[in-house]
């Protein structure tokens, strides 16, 4: 992914990713994903993961592994109260023929979730077909 500057005065300089045409494809479960958080809504998540997907993470020291159906329980269509204030980035995305990776980064309050994809190209389009994450309290 190659980064261009969006201001010519460096005291103000910003980094916009460029992507390819192939990186662009490997966004739309990427921003499925991004509101089923926001809408806090199971049906984009369906439409971002493979069905055979599984969410993976150490939680206290043990490895917890759900399966998409499990992870889906987890959101009940109540968005946030501080939804207007979380962020959430496409940190890279690395593509190689018909599988991906892509590196988010989710501010959701108190926690920041680094969530790392392995994505997979299908007849449907990209879709997610792993994550694995990791939440630490949030630096203020």
């Not at 500057?5 to 980094?15: G, I, K, N, Q, R």
């Not at 992507?19 to 499925?32: C, D, G, W």
């Not at 998540?45 to 206290?60: D, G, N, T």
């Not at 959101?75 to 940190?91: M, N, S, Y």
């Amino acid at each position: 992914m190659n980064r261009n500057t969006t201001s010519t005065s460096p005291s103000s300089f910003v980094a916009t990713p460029t992507y390819s045409a192939e990186q662009a494809a490997v966004l739309t479960p990427i921003e499925q994903y991004f509101l089923g958080h926001a809408r806090d809504d199971a049906a984009h998540m369906r439409l971002a993961f493979l069905p055979s997907a599984h969410i993976e993470s150490m939680r206290e020291g043990v490895f917890t592994s759900w399966p998409l159906d499990v992870y889906c329980e987890r959101f009940k269509g109540l968005p946030a109260a501080d939804e207007a204030q979380r962020r959430r980035t496409v940190d890279w995305i690395d593509v190689g023929g018909n599988s991906a990776c892509a590196k988010i980064t989710l501010l959701h309050g108190a926690v920041t979730f680094t969530d790392y994809f392995v994505l997979l190209k299908t007849e449907a389009g990209w879709k997610i077909a792993n994550k694995a994450f990791n939440g630490q309290p949030t630096l203020a």
